[in-house]
Each structure stands twice: as structure tokens, then as C-alpha cells.
């Protein structure tokens, strides 16, 4: 598993445990998200998803917290790792600061790539920003010297210069120590087909790509102009890997993020040459996607730092895609989003042929997102033709029905009756029939068959899982009389067993579990009270026990219904022994587990 591999080669448990009880869960999340105090717990508005009604529940007694509405869940280490974005590593370290805890990592070990891989991609951005200056990079210099680069500002920003050489940082690298395969993890160098390995970015000016630390972990690099474009790619970036995940970074974040955090509005543009002629032109509130369509990561990070969004994405048929795209995951996120129809093709291009001051007026003017929306939704269509007025309709009820807020619904819906001159009744009824057959897939729902529910046996699932979890004499006792093959859920079953072959606690417990449904089921029980459960608990253990009975007996009974219905007496009469057979089990098999129920309570 991840923890106890991280354990192992890096930090050892204890000082990670030691991290997790030291953190006030309760101070540490209240920096992220308002809460209030309800009885023994505290409940706010869930970071992690849109919500009106708080269903983010904080447990300081069980050094927890679970969201009711989007089932996430754990412990204050996965809180920081998934609202920060950081890595396991990345977290810790952070915690530990927090809470003084010296963190001494084993870098004799070689299980965390991540580590190798970071100062490699620095070195070379060290070394690509060493040449920026000298006579071989004369045309990138002057090219950034023209586009409005100061000194100042190319050492900033880092920006380098690959050599044309076709192995100059792979030389560089090796005499430094560095490992090939940290190289080639890092996507700095490619392989050949004939075994030799080359740069990735030759001749061309790099910009690296930072994360929240300010650390480099991928570049951006762009050709010298002047270049054959037709026989390379103007831009090319690193791939992804260990460190470099390109829909959970925004470009220049580290650097604006307080500024964002202070003005509570972001400007979110498309790549890192948008954002950089922004920045040195005084708009220090900005930050980019790199081209990608934004992701929900991507707009949580920016709904983490500001209220209000401005999309200003290029202006062509793929901008403005791009930016409905990103203006409706920022919009289900209660971020206020409007979006700029730029004069030119870019902010960049305004700025070099209108000015900064012609760039900010497009800014302050731009149209907000549901408006835009349903400008470029109706302008598809020749509303001249009736039935394509009843089309564009269609069309936006899809956003519509993504929206689970109705007073958000209510002034979108007059905005269409208005644009489209239709009543709003009749945009409310195509909504309610989009979201009748959505549900029911157009088929009659009252001929859905109702199966028989395992209702009691999660809930003892449920019950067994909490109670062990905090009891660990429980634990090792129905280790003994409970094999795992009595939970039926399979993700229970993996819980219940983690559980059992482990004596940490329930904060620990959750990093021993390595996929994240995992972790938000554990999480969910947990949070739930255990008041008047521990009495019960070996009647728990019971129903998991008679658990296989009943699904038979219901089988066996259902068969009986058919034969009866069939007047299959040949039938009817086997099945009906095979019920008294069962039954007859059962007897026996419960008056055994009646015995050991009454010896481990008594015990």
C-alpha cells in the first residue's frame, strides 16, 4: 500500500502519526472552509463540491471529516493533500511545519520518484536560464527583448534557452549525477530507435512551469522565430508524469495567488505567453490553463482563492468553446464568471497592438457567463425557422438541468424567455421533461421491480467496521470468529480485513487504504455516532453470519412462487424440502452461534 511504502523508504509511521494527531483538524480546515459548531461536531460548506445546504461534517473526538454530499472523507492529512493539491510528501512536510515536527526524509531510498525527478527539472532550468544570455541564444534574447521582456523580467520568470545541440542538457545532467532513467521520468530526453538519447527541447526558448512551491516540474518552449514552423510544432510541452499533471496546475499561480486571494477575482487566460504579457504589463490577478480544456481541479484551485472568474480565452471557435466549458464548471462551483470577447485574437495581441489600457476596458466589460451562454447557443440556430427556436431550448435545458439550484435556474430561464420570446412556462416544462426521461430513460417507472434490499446487513457491516476501529480488544476478538467471506460488500470486506491485520488508529488506518473509494467509505462509517451499538455488537456479527441463509431462503421461496404459479407439483415439492432442509440448518447453526454470542459477552 502507498502509506506503508512511503513509510517504509521515506518517513517512518510513527512521525507521520505523530503529524496526524498533533494537527488541529478543526484549525487546520477552518482556514479552508467556514464552520460552525453543531453538538459534539462542526459542519460548513464542502470545498470539494457545489452545495447550498452544508453537508461537510468535521469530527474533532474522531480526528476526522466527511462530506454527506459528495461522500469525500479522512483524515487532516487527506484534507491538505486534496485542497492543496499536494502530493502524500508534499503534505506532511506542510502539517509537519504547521504542528513543529521535524520531518526527516531517508533520501538514501529510492521508492519516491517524485524527489529525483523535481531537482532534476530544476537543475535544468538552471541551466537552460544560464544560457539566456549568451551569444548562441542571441535570437531568443532578442526576441523576448521585442515582445517586452525586461532582464528583470526573463530572470523572474526563468525563462532559458535550449541549445540546438542535440544532447546539451543530457551532458550537463550526467556530469552532474543525475540518473538517466530521473531523465527520461522527467521527459527531458528521448530515446531513439537506435538505443541513443537526445534532448526533447533543442533551439528553443523555455519557460518553466511551476507548482505552488515555486518548484519547476515541467517546461513549456516555444521555437525561435524565424523557424521552419511547418517542420516543428511552434509550442511543445513536457509530458506528464510523477510531478507534472497538467489539469491540476495553473500556470503562474504561485506567483499571483495572494493577489488573486486579495482582489477575489481571477483572470484566466490560455497559455504562458497570455500570461506573462499580463503580468508584465500590470495585471498581476492572472493565471493560465496552458492550452487545456480546464479541468475541475483547475477550478477548484481558483475557486480556492477568489470569488469571481474572468475567462479570457483566445477568440476564435476553440477559445470560445474552451471557455463555455471552463464558464460552466466554474459556475456549478458558485464562482461569479464572466467572459471576454477580445478585439483580437488574444490578450497578448491586444496588449502589442491596442495597449494595456484597451486590454483592461475588455476585462471590466466582459459578459457574464450565463448571458454568453445563451448568446452562442441561440446564434447556432435561424430562429426565423420555428422549430429551431424549440431546438436551441433543447440545448440550453442540458445546462439547465446540470444546475441543482433552483434560485441559480429562475433568472437563466426569464433570460432565455426574453432572448427567444417564448413564455417561461413553456422553458420550464421542456426542463421537467428532459429530467422525466433522463430518469426514467422514457419507460413507465411504476414497472420497475422492487428487489428485495441488504439494508440490515450493511448497517451491521457499518457497525462491526466503527466499533473495531475504536475498540481494538473487539478487533482481535472477531478477527477470531469472523472471516472476511461474511461481508458481502467487496469494499467492506477489504475494509473489515485491513482493520484486523493492523493495531493502528482510525486516522492511520485511513492512509493504510490505497484507493480513494476506499478511504471515503471508511470515513463515512466512522463519522456516524456509536451510541447504544456496542451492546449489540455480537448481534451484529450474527446477521453477517445468517446472511447467506436469507439470500438463499429468498431464492428458494421466489422459485416456490413460480412453481405454485406454474402447477409444477414435481417442483413445488423439491423446493418446498429444500426450505425445510435450509431451515432445519439454520436451527443448528444458530443455536452455535447463540452459545458463542452468549461467551463473548459474557466475557
Known amino acids: 500500500m502507498l502509506f506503508e511504502r512511503v513509510c517504509e523508504y521515506l518517513i517512518s ?9 498533533k494537527a488541529d483538524i478543526i484549525s487546520v480546515i477552518r482556514d479552508y472552509v467556514s464552520l460552525r459548531k453543531r453538538g459534539t461536531n462542526y459542519i460548513g460548506l464542502c470545498p470539494f463540491h457545489n452545495e447550498k445546504t452544508p453537508s461537510f461534517t468535521v469530527s474533532p473526538d474522531k480526528n476526522i471529516w466527511h462530506c454527506f454530499g459528495c461522500n469525500e472523507g479522512g483524515n487532516v492529512l487527506r484534507f491538505i493533500t486534496k485542497v492543496e493539491n499536494f502530493s502524500f510528501i508534499e503534505a506532511i512536510q506542510y502539517l509537519a511545519n504547521r504542528v513543529g515536527v521535524t520531518i526527516e526524509i531517508n533520501a538514501s531510498k529510492s521508492y519516491d520518484k517524485k524527489s529525483p525527478i523535481l531537482e532534476t527539472v530544476n537543475k535544468s532550468a538552471k541551466f537552460y536560464h544560464s544560457l539566456i544570455l549568451k551569444e548562441e541564444a542571441k535570437n531568443a534574447y532578442n526576441y523576448l527583448l521585442n515582445r517586452g521582456f525586461s532582464d528583470e523580467h526573463i530572470k523572474h520568470f526563468q525563462i532559458g534557452y535550449a541549445p540546438r545541440s542535440a544532447n546539451s542538457l543530457l551532458m550537463f545532467l550526467k556530469n552532474s549525477g543525475a540518473a538517466i532513467d530521473s531523465l527520461i521520468s522527467a521527459g527531458l530526453v528521448i530515446k531513439r530507435e537506435n538505443g541513443d538519447y537526445i534532448d526533447r527541447f ?24 524565424g523557424a521552419d514552423e511547418s517542420k516543428q510544432a511552434k509550442y511543445i510541452n513536457s509530458p506528464e508524469n510523477d510531478i507534472y499533471h497538467k489539469g491540476k496546475i495553473l500556470y503562474g499561480l504561485h506567483l499571483t495567488k495572494d493577489h488573486i486571494k486579495k482582489g477575489k477575482t481571477a483572470l484566466i487566460v490560455e497559455g504562458y505567453m497570455d500570461f506573462l504579457s499580463c503580468y ?11 492550452g487545456t480544456a480546464m479541468t475541475i481541479e483547475q477550478a477548484r484551485l481558483i475557486k480556492r482563492y477568489a470569488d469571481n472568474a474572468v475567462i479570457g480565452y483566445d477568440s476564435d471557435a476553440a477559445g470560445v468553446n474552451a ?3 471552463a464558464g460552466e464548471i466554474l459556475y456549478n462551483l458558485n464562482v461569479d464568471v464572466n467572459i471576454v470577447e477580445f478585439s483580437k485574437k488574444d490578450p497578448d495581441e491586444v496588449i502589442r497592438s491596442e495597449g494595456i489600457e ?7 466589460n466582459a459578459i457574464p457567463f450565463t448571458m454568453f451562454k445563451i448568446d452562442k447557443t441561440v446564434a447556432k440556430y435561424n430562429l426565423q425557422v420555428a422549430e429551431n427556436v424549440s431546438k436551441a431550448v433543447d440545448e440550453i435545458v442540458v445546462f439547465l438541468d446540470s444546475i441543482n439550484d433552483a434560485l441559480k435556474t429562475q433568472p437563466i430561464i426569464k433570460q432565455v424567455s426574453d432572448k427567444l420570446k417564448i413564455s417561461e412556462e ?6 421537467r421533461q428532459f429530467r422525466y426521461f433522463k ?3 422514457g419507460k413507465d417507472s411504476s414497472k420497475n421491480v422492487k428487489q428485495p434490499t441488504k439494508d440490515k446487513y450493511v448497517k451491521a457491516q457499518e457497525i462491526i467496521i466503527r466499533i473495531i476501529s475504536q475498540d481494538c480488544l473487539k478487533r482481535k476478538e472477531v478477527s477470531q470468529e469472523l472471516p472476511p467471506e461474511y461481508f458481502v460488500d467487496e469494499n467492506m470486506r477489504k475494509i473489515y480485513s485491513i482493520i484486523c491485520n493492523n493495531e493502528g488508529s482510525s486516522t492511520s488506518i485511513i492512509e493504510m487504504l490505497d484507493d480513494e473509494l476506499l478511504k471515503n467509505r471508511y470515513v463515512s462509517i466512522l463519522i456516524n455516532d456509536m451510541k447504544e451499538e456496542v451492546n449489540g455488537f455480537w448481534d451484529n456479527v450474527k446477521v ?5 441463509y436469507e439470500q438463499k431462503r429468498i431464492n428458494i421461496e421466489e422459485s416456490i412462487k413460480h412453481a405454485q404459479e406454474d402447477n409444477n407439483l414435481e417442483e413445488l415439492d423439491n423446493l418446498l424440502k429444500e426450505l425445510n432442509n435450509l431451515r432445519l440448518r439454520r436451527v443448528s447453526s444458530t443455536f452455535k452461534q447463540d452459545e458463542e454470542s452468549s461467551r463473548n459477552n459474557n466475557d
Open 13 to 21: 509511521k510513527e512521525t507521520i502519526n505523530e503529524v496526524i494527531e
Open 202 to 225: 533543442r533551439d528553443r526558448i523555455t519557460f518553466p512551469i511551476c507548482n505552488s512551491f515555486g518548484d519547476v516540474i515541467a517546461f513549456g518552449a516555444r521555437i525561435i522565430p
Open 280 to 290: 508584465i504589463s500590470g495585471i498581476v490577478n492572472v493565471v493560465a490553463t496552458l
Open 323 to 325: 471557455a463555455l466549458r
Open 358 to 364: 484597451s486590454l483592461t476596458n475588455q476585462i471590466v
Open 426 to 431: 413553456s422553458v420550464y416544462s421542456k426542463l
Open 439 to 441: 430518469k426514467t430513460g
Open 544 to 548: 453477517l453470519k445468517n446472511f447467506e
